[in-house]
């Protein structure tokens, strides 16, 4: 079975929106693109590369279509990414020129490729897909990259219909520009007790 894992620039207040460039995400009126530059990551090594690894993707539309727009034109900066299998789901895209991508249609279709195969699949971006598959409790593991700001508004990592569930840290770095890179993998069922004696 295949591993669903989100990666995702996110700030304290848990916004990912736009995190690379100014142009990247400016709907909702987004003025903050590019937020994430200013962050130094030469210190983060091999916890970098890790986030890099080559292996499947799933994608939302919006990314998806951001990334056919750049990715292909900048394969010298990522040469593997273009090797990869693309999952994009969408109701309204029906076909695609970059080549190694595949269209879902629906969850029953994620559900049917996580049980698929063995290679991971990994999501960039992609917030409401990553909600939906929260509510349905598909994650199995977070990279998250949390920036020392708060935006205040913009696109979330989280919203109010997730699944509840625990997760384990695993892995962490922090960078010295103050970036916490942590590794979490699914746990298992909330736990709830008194902290009272």
Do not use: C
Request: no cysteine.
């Amino acid at each position: 079975m295949r591993k669903i894992i989100v990666l995702s620039f996110i700030t304290l207040d848990g916004v990912m929106q736009s995190p690379g460039r100014p142009e990247e995400d400016p709907s909702g009126g987004f003025q903050y693109g590019g937020w994430s530059s200013s962050y130094d990551y030469e210190d983060s090594g091999e916890t970098m590369e890790k986030q890099l690894e080559p292996t499947d993707l799933l994608l939302g539309r919006k990314t998806f279509e951001m990334f056919e727009g750049y990715w292909p034109s900048h394969a010298d900066y990522w040469p593997d990414f273009q090797e990869v299998t693309k999952y994009v789901l969408s109701k309204t895209l029906k076909s695609t020129d970059w080549k190694n991508s595949v269209i879902l249609e629906s969850l029953a279709d994620i559900e049917k490729l996580k049980n698929s195969g063995d290679a991971d699949l990994k999501i960039w971006g992609s917030s409401k897909l990553v909600q939906l598959l929260l509510k349905h409790d598909l994650v199995d593991e977070f990279w998250l990259n949390i920036h020392p700001i708060i935006l205040g508004k913009g696109k979330k990592l989280f919203n109010d219909g997730a699944f509840p569930a625990t997760f384990t840290l695993v892995e962490s770095l922090v960078t010295d520009s103050g970036v916490i890179m942590a590794n979490y993998k699914r746990d298992g069922a909330v736990k709830t007790d008194s902290i009272a004696p």
